[in-house]
Each structure stands twice: as C-alpha cells, then as structure tokens.
C-alpha cells in the first residue's frame, strides 16, 4: 500500500512521521500491516464478491489490521464494509473509537467484550486476529467457528496452553531440552488447530506470515468455510488428543459456549 495515498490513516495510527515518512521503530509494523492488506486480497476472492464485507477484528488490540484493511476495502476498492472491532480492554477499544472518528470512519464500531460470551449480530465473511497471545488465538478461531465466519485468518503468538499439557514418550529424549520442547509445542497447536477446523468443515492452509528472522511467532492460518465436515480430520484430531494427553483450549472454549454444539451426521456443517 502507497503510504502517500493512506498519509492521514497511517499518520493518525502513529505509522507516518509529521514529515510523512514512516517513523523508524514502525517500520517492521508498516511491513506487516501492508503484507497483510497483500495477503487478504486472496482470501477476498475465495469468498466472492459481496454486497457488504463484514469484518471482525477478534482481540483487535489498537486495531491497525482493520484501519489499514478499511482503507483498503472502501478507498482503493471502492467495496461497501463493516468493521467490527472486538477487545476486552477498555483502553484499546476506546482509542480505537477516537482514531475511527477523527478519520471519519463510521463503518467501524469497537466492543468491550471477552471473546468467548461475544455473539456478533450478523454473520461475519471474515473474522481476523494478529498475533492473539496464546489461546486468545483460540478464543478467536472459536468465535469464528461459532459465527460461521466464512473465512477466519489469524497469525498465533505465543503457545503456551498445549506446551504446559502435553507429554509424547517416544520424544522424551527430545523434549528434554526445554527450548525444543517449546519449538515443537508451537507446530503441535498450530497443527492440532487446523485439525479442529478442517473437522467442522473449513479448507485450511498455512503460509508463513513473515520472515522468521523478525520474529519465530509467523505462521498464518488461513481457514475458508466449505460447510462440509471431514470425518478423517476429526479421526486426526481425537488421535491427537490422546496420543498426546492435552485437552485443546479451542474445544474447551466452544463448549462452554452454551448453545454450541457440532453435529456429526456426515456432511451436514454444524449448528449454532
């Protein structure tokens, strides 16, 4: 993205100096935002053409992933959207409130809210979430397995949940070095994840964000609603679970939703 054509957006979210240059310490920031705008324009034709794009930002944080991606649906496209930007602190979701109105931006709305009692009022195309630590991340894929969100794209940090549970005796002389039972915990969750996405009927794929040399946290997983559950996906999944004795927060989370439940009559999708 031309940081010419955006100069007020990215001035007003701190990425431009007065002098319109992108500010030193917001360079890497810059790269992801705009890499991100890239990678997007994929998941866009994998859900068609809509009247309105309706996007929600889980765990948005100070929410540059939906300014920059508002920006570019509305100024650059020409496409009617909604952003829905959803945080359960009250210090990002009120400056992300400030930032929308001095830009005039009354598409967007930002809620206070925790991730897994969250019900959006509409069914969302897209449900995004950049680097949610831990099961945060989880929080967000289950909320958009619960809204049916026709694609979910989210970046994990941090994984913290399956590291602590999960044990694999053949690895044992592996997983005695702290650090590379750390690394393998990363693929693990991330693997498990797509597992549980693929069961309940999304086309899963994983690229790599961004260059491991600015950060090891660069997976991305892009998931496409299909509505068609995979029975050999969930057959993976509960292997998973057993061959490695954790139970993963994605599932923990969707069940105490109250209502959620997944139907397991062949092809059918699942309920809400």
Request: glycine share 6%; net charge positive; aromatic share 8%.
């Amino acid at each position: 993205m031309n940081p010419a054509l955006a100069k007020d957006l990215l001035t007003e979210i701190g990425i431009l100096a007065k002098n319109g240059k992108i500010k030193n310490d917001k360079i890497r920031k810059y790269n992801q935002i705009d890499y991100f705008v890239e990678l997007m324009q994929g998941v866009l034709k994998e859900i068609g053409d809509r009247d309105e794009y309706v996007i929600l930002d889980a765990a948005c944080g100070k929410s540059y992933l939906s300014f920059v991606l508002n920006f570019y649906l509305r100024e650059i496209l020409k496409k009617k959207c909604r952003f829905i930007g959803v945080d359960y602190s009250k210090t990002v979701i009120d400056a992300s409130k400030r930032i929308a109105a001095n830009l005039g931006y009354n598409n967007m709305e930002f809620i206070k809210a925790d991730l897994t009692e969250y019900t959006p009022d509409v069914r969302p195309d897209i449900v995004i979430s950049l680097h949610a630590c831990d099961t945060a991340t989880d929080m967000a894929l289950g909320l958009g397995i619960r809204s049916k969100s026709r694609a979910i794209v989210c970046v994990p940090c941090c994984h913290k949940d399956i590291l602590k549970q999960y044990s694999y005796e053949p690895f044992e002389p592996i997983m005695k070095y702290g650090i590379l039972k750390a690394r393998l915990a990363d693929t693990l969750t991330d693997g498990i994840r797509a597992a549980y996405l693929e069961s309940v009927g999304y086309r899963v794929s994983m690229i790599e964000y961004i260059s491991p040399l600015e950060t090891p946290k660069n997976i991305m997983i892009r998931a496409v609603y299909t509505g068609r559950e995979s029975t050999k996906a969930r057959a993976d999944y509960e292997n998973l679970k057993e061959m490695l004795h954790v139970e993963p927060a994605i599932e923990r989370f969707l069940r105490q939703k109250i209502g959620f439940k997944i139907t397991r009559q062949g092809d059918n999708g699942h309920e809400i």
